[in-house]
């Protein structure tokens, strides 16, 4: 675990009121505790079976935050724990997760996951896929999820300026949902983008989350 890094991250958020979640898949509990040790709450998983592993046995106050794509047949071995998921991209989903909420007694906290990059592999809704999704009568019926936000996913490239271009497209979205679907939802106001190579450029564009993994634990 990287120290040096994780202080300078939590400096560098600061200023921004972003907050940090530590991606710890494939990294050992050990890994975990190390970083829970210098203060840090949120933790970050993208495998349900992983994920369910790790909070079993690590300290009960830390906030898992699921950031995988994830099966809708899997939803319900999160359902009563999860603090939030990342990566919701369907109807279908957001459906399952209600259900499971529901049956926990509890409201599960999402992010709809929006398709920003240019590569084929991204999970993800487009524009009209997320207008579609948000104005059915299904998507009202729904009571025990709370929409947070968006997430995304810049393109992996080094080109800086296709990276910004991207987050910028993926905050104008976010402020004219916030405005048109969300204004009498207060919880909206998450926007989950940047990783370890792209987070300083993520942060520009309001970025309230940014999921960092090798910086903080090393190459996977
Ligand atoms: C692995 C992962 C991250 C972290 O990536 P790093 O490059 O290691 O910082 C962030 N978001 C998602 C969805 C991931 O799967």
Redo the contacts with the bound molecule.
Sequence with gaps: MNTANYKEIIEEIKPYGAHLVA?S?TKPAQDIVALYNEGQRIFGE?KVQELVGKAAELPKDIHWHL??HLQTNKVKQVAPFISMIHSVDSLKLLTEINKQAQLNNRNINCLLQVFIADEETKFGLNKAELLELLSSSAFAELQNVHICGLMG?ATNTTDEQKIAAEFQGLQNLFLELKHTHFSDKPYFKELSMG???DYRIALKFGATLI?????LFGER
């Design positions: 991606v898949k993208n950031i995988g996913m990783m370890s190579s999921r960092i993994g090798s910086m």
